[in-house]
């Protein structure tokens, strides 16, 4: 007879520390570890006076990759030239976004390298 109580609670992960020994506590395979510890690390970016072409660029891009982008109400008609965005993501959907930016123009690569240096800093 199987138990049908599992227990289900939340697993404070804030850190790849953090995930990659929750990972380890199971007993999950050790080699899978590098792959599945960005996953389980969700952060939101909080990027401060991003010009709105930008921001409209930044939230499709990270859509693509199921994150979001939280933008100011009216940014898709451009009355005000910056605002300031939300970005939520794992770390890895973080990582793919900044490599994604870096294929851009000169300030969206600005943008890609300071988010590259948040999401390094959680390491």
Do not use: C
């Not at 898709?76 to 994604?100: P, W």
């Amino acid at each position: 007879m199987f138990v049908t109580d599992h227990n289900p609670h939340i697993v404070d992960i804030h850190t790849m520390h953090d995930a990659r020994q929750a990972i380890l506590n199971i007993g999950s395979d050790p080699h899978s570890i590098d792959i599945m510890a960005p996953k389980a690390v969700l952060k939101v970016i909080k990027l401060e006076h991003v010009v709105l072409q930008d921001a409209i660029i930044i939230k499709q891009d990270m859509l693509s990759l199921g994150g979001e982008v939280a933008v100011p109400q009216k940014t898709f008609e451009l009355h005000e030239k910056t605002g300031d965005i939300l970005i939520m993501g794992t770390l890895a959907q973080l990582q793919t976004l900044v490599e994604k930016l870096k294929r851009h123009y000169p300030r969206l690569r600005t943008i890609a390298d300071e988010i590259d240096q948040v999401v390094k800093d959680v390491r």
